[in-house]
Antibody, heavy 125, light 106 residues
Framework: QVQLQQRGAGLLKPSETLSVTCVVYGGSFSGYYWSWIRQSPGEGLEWIGDVNESGTSKYNPSLKSRVAVSLDKSKKEISLNLASVTAADTAVYYC???????????????????WGQGTTVTVSS | IQLTQSPSSLSASVGDRVTITCRASQDISGYLAWFQQKPGTAPKLLIYSTSVLQSGVPSRFSGTRSGTDFSLTISSLQPEDFATYFCQQFSSSPLTFGGGTKVEIK
């Protein structure tokens, strides 16, 4: 039974860099997409970006200039870094495993079938 | 792609039939999923590809589609079903979510 365990700093000051790590326990690392999603009371659920097993990342255009998602296969870890945070980045951050349900013409569609427990991040001076 | 859920909240009793709708701003074919979320926990996948039940999800949950309109139905509401429900499209990037529907006890 796969589990995603998250860790990361919970309180940041404006302009700092948010870093959250997701560790995969009990399941395969390969063959999946790994996503980051955040949830805030004001903005609801927002997809941040993903990375595939080859290390290729894709990001939400709303955050693309500040975000980096990467993976370390040897440690079975996926990392999220978000630079220059402001109060608007205060949210619960989730990692999730994406299971591919369709692969067609180089386009992969996946479902977010397993989620981490969430990391609450507060940005405040 | 914007997803508009309705209603934003509803009150219902145990045993009631409940339907939540999600409208996509453009064609997403059947690439829609539904999640359930309880306070303090991560969303849980219920249904994907419009109507496919995720493993372990009770059969009282079902999903349908008509064009760009999608519905989640709970045939007989159980006490453990009181939660917030979200739709999510995976047709194209960026993935997007609906605003949520909170199902409360009447």
């Amino acid at each position: 039974q796969v589990q995603l365990q998250q860790r990361g700093a919970g309180l940041l000051k404006p302009s700092e860099t948010l870093s959250v790590t997701c560790v995969v326990y009990g399941g395969s690392f390969s063959g999946y997409y790994w996503s980051w999603i955040r949830q805030s009371p004001g903005e609801g659920l927002e997809w941040i970006g993903d990375v595939n097993e080859s290390g290729t990342s894709k990001y939400n255009p709303s955050l693309k200039s500040r975000v980096a998602v990467s993976l370390d296969k040897s440690k079975k870890e996926i990392s999220l870094n978000l630079a220059s945070v402001t109060a608007a980045d205060t949210a619960v951050y989730y990692c999730a495993r994406g299971r591919v349900v369709e692969a067609r013409w180089g386009l992969y569609r996946y479902i977010l079938s397993v989620w981490g427990q969430g990391t609450t991040v507060t940005v405040s001076s | 792609i914007q997803l508009t859920q309705s209603p934003s909240s509803l009150s219902a009793s145990v045993g009631d039939r409940v339907t939540i709708t999600c409208r996509a701003s453009q064609d997403i074919s059947g690439y829609l999923a539904w999640f359930q979320q309880k306070p303090g926990t991560a969303p849980k996948l219920l249904i994907y590809s419009t109507s496919v039940l995720q493993s372990g999800v009770p059969s009282r949950f079902s999903g349908t589609r008509s064009g760009t309109d999608f519905s989640l139905t709970i045939s007989s509401l159980q006490p453990e079903d009181f939660a917030t429900y979200f739709c999510q499209q995976f047709s194209s990037s960026p993935l997007t979510f609906g605003g949520g529907t909170k199902v409360e006890i009447k």
